[in-house]
């Protein structure tokens, strides 16, 4: 169903539904017909209830004023505060962050956690300001968009070039501004300021285990199963090592310096100390150098894409060699795209279910920052474990019963619990 100019506010041209924002309209026109009485409130979905656009100037090292756009904001708060992360980057846009925090609505009620989504974000390219910068930078941020966060309003986490040291920044100064110590305003912060073990490497952990749940439904044995992986930070790293610690075989990586290929399977714990030493896989030297676009020609059992949204295209979805396609990144497979793996019989387990192992143990930290008590690393993950495959269940359950996309099937599932919370909680006035 194409939303009308005339009447919706949140139609946007066929040109710009190439856009992340575009790319999240389209999929949640794809599940209107199966939300029934609740289309409704689908107008809740289609709107962020709230933008915050601010200036963040900062003075830099050598005197002068640098000013930054920054942004925060929040899609739905219908079934609990605001959740998402902030990212650096110079190429943040208002649309690309619109986009992210509303796949946040959509991850945390398909995972069934008691968050709405939101999201941040600051037009900046963090390697080229000094750590000091960089504080100042994050500190004015966050008393720019102070007003709307708040551990019972928005909880702010790690993403794209922010990191631990930077969630401690803003708990800091969210924490002076408000004059108590606020440990619960942001999660992914270091374990001695109130994080949770085990957060690091939740988001590839959760990966593996999804993973692990789609091969066993497919018949696939990760045993010696091929596994082709775009982005080896946090999330690609540390779900390649799950993968190999259970007989799979990393064949190819690729990130922003280059692409590795190895048919019995690269070295990962190499690889890791070759990116850590070069900043890229590039430095890596035990696989052969091959060019960016025939890393998706690569044949594999399952396809991770793990970097930024937008990289599977149609033009790809053509020419990749995989059975499955596990998306770590937020919205890496374009909608056209996604008809055509479709078309193709190739499974694609989507992002709001597949990388919510972040989010998932975010809640975790949440819940220990309020109490006061924290559980230990084992705990936590067995916990991670638990939820993500009871959600994965649910949602193949759902995908069965309608013959539908497992992104479709996630997308059922979050926007009923959404619209549901909205429809039950009514309008004031």
Known sequence: MQPDASTDLSYVCPRERESPWGTFLTQVDRVRPYLGELERWVGTLTRPKRVLIVDVPIELDDGTVAHFEGYRVQHSLSRGPGKGGIRYHPDVTLEEVMALAGWMTIKNAAVNL????????????????????????????????????????????????????????????????????????????????GGSLGREKATGRGLFYIGREAAKRLGMRLEGARIVLQGFGNVGSAAAEMFVQHGARIVAVQDHTGSVHDGNGLDVKALSRAVAATGGVAGYEGGANIGAEDFWEVECDILVPAALEGQITAARARRVRTGLVLEGANGPTNPDADLVLAERGIVVVPDVIANAGGVTVSYFEWVQDFNSFFWTEAEINQRLDQILSGAFAHIWDVHQEYRVTLRTAAYIVACRRVLSARAQRGLYP
């Not at 974000?121 to 007003?147: A, C, F, N, Q």
């Open 114 to 193: 008691p968050f709405g989504g939101a999201k941040g974000g600051i037009r900046v390219d963090p390697g080229k300001l000094s750590r000091k910068e960089l504080e100042r930078l994050t500190r004015r941020y966050t008393s720019e968009i102070g007003l709307i966060i708040g551990p019972s309003r928005d909880i702010p986490a790690p993403d794209v070039n922010t990191d631990a040291q930077v969630m401690a920044w803003i708990m800091d100064t969210y924490s002076a501004n408000v004059g108590a110590t606020t440990t619960g305003v942001v999660t992914g912060k270091p374990v001695m300021l």
